[in-house]
């Protein structure tokens, strides 16, 4: 049939390594957690887009993985004796990418995902086996784009630049059509019947067009949540999932606890948007913020933890117990305990039209995703910290020059030894040091930026299209409502930070004082750059995450 290719792919070495082959001692151990079944030639195992299937352990016969993918059908690859089938989805419970189907009359060991979880958490051996061939799994699906989403947009729009990053942070597979580049797009937006002025577009297999869709619509979309259930009580809610909250969800389900973590975007937080890190104990040779927080996505949902993705809060309930916590869409959830690692939002400059330009030339991330849409132009970056550091080198790799703006005198005191001495050497990055933007010019999207040198007064202007945005941090906690005692730049104040005069003016309502990583609220936590007098690294917000867990036990035992 048209469009239908059979030829069975040849593997790479890195495909190789994402299927290895059981040892008849391991598919014994496996064979108590599931049961065998003989599958016709031409059986369908699984549909693609199917939720919760199960994972099949090939003893004989022959299966292969289809992807169906604008009108094509492709096979992706065969499985032999010894492998087995299944992706990162399986953990996170998302639908199958692929439909599974017996080339030849087969075999199988068939094991449900709930007794695919015991294996992972009982079996070492086989837990680490099942996860570096899930992860590759996913790479290889992402890297050639076998997914069953495809976005339409414009590299001009904002909120197409907010759907890709989305995904693209959310590690799920899609196709990107770009209607001022690519052929054919305007053939696809008239199939489905949308005007190109309601640009972007998700379009899934078999589904209604999604328009300019917001977040959790796209999660919903996808299949990427679990079911909530409100009468549920969770033994911990963490509330945002950047590095301290994902740490936090990882040693709290890992010790047997009911874990529910609540995202209002993608996971990782602005450790998520960071090109490279290199002072992670370790990984000596650095690594992304996305790699980082795609491994303890997968830890945390490997212990148990239900994780919401696109899913805001809009307040907590402090005066009950469980603790109710109340969603952005009108839905709450209850919990014995709650864990806030919310993070910081990077600060905004105070220019009268910052607001037109952000997405459109303006940014808060230094990703792949931005990248692409700079390369061979010049950027600026504000700011002096390490992101910003990470930022311009990453930058400078693909972009023609890029511009440091900080308003110090140089990056001594808020920057690592090994980022600044980079900075020194590239040739590509200038350091503009007491320096700050004044202006920004554009009509539809940023043309150009003033800004001015205090050491010399002048105002330069230049021909500009792309700024990056990393400074100081302002804390997200206008959603407390005034629920929990804060400093006076709005971070949460915790453990011997709260006074007798604030504690007594918050009602504590016993004797024993705040531990350490606790609020004005009995039973609640705050971890991360949330927290007041946090220290501002991945490693301290990974730290306190899981620090807190600790307190959490010694509250439910209360």
Known sequence: MPGVSGAV????????????????????????????????????????????????????????AVNHSRGEERIVTVVEPGEFTGEVDMLLGRRSLVLGRARAESEVIEIARADLRRVLETDPELGEIFLRAFLLRRAHLIANTLGDAVLIGSSHSPDTLRLKGFLTRSGHPHTYLDVDRDPGCQELLDHFEVPANEIPVLICCGRPALRNPSLSDVAAFLGFNPRLIEEAVHDVIVIGAGPSGLAAAVYAASEGLDVLVLEGGAPGGQAGSSSRIENYLGFPEGITGQELTDRAFFQAEKFGAQIMLATGVGSIDCTHRPIRVWLADGASVKGRTVIVATGAAYRKLPLPNLAQFEGNGVYYGATHVEAQLCGGEEVAIVGAGNSAGQAAIFLAGTAKHVHMLVRGEGLEDSMSRYLIRRIEESPGITL?????????????????????????????????????????????TDWLRDCLELDDKHFIKTGADLGPAELAAAGWPLRRPPHLLETSVPGVFAVGDVRSNSVKRVASAVGEGSIAVQFVHSVLAE
């Open 9 to 64: 792919p040849v593997r790479t070495a890195m495909e190789q390594l994402a299927f290895p082959k059981l040892t008849a001692a391991q598919i014994e151990r496996l064979e108590r957690f599931g049961r065998r079944r003989h599958v016709a030639a031409g059986e369908v195992l699984f549909e693609q887009g199917a939720e919760n299937r199960p994972l099949f352990v090939l003893l004989a016969g022959s299966l292969e």
């Open 432 to 476: 503009w040091p007491r320096t700050q933007v004044e202006a920004l010019h554009g009509a539809e999207r940023l043309e150009r930026i003033s800004w001015r040198c205090a050491r010399t007064r002048t105002l330069e202007q230049r021909d500009l299209r792309h700024l990056f945005l990393m400074t100081g941090a302002t804390p997200n």
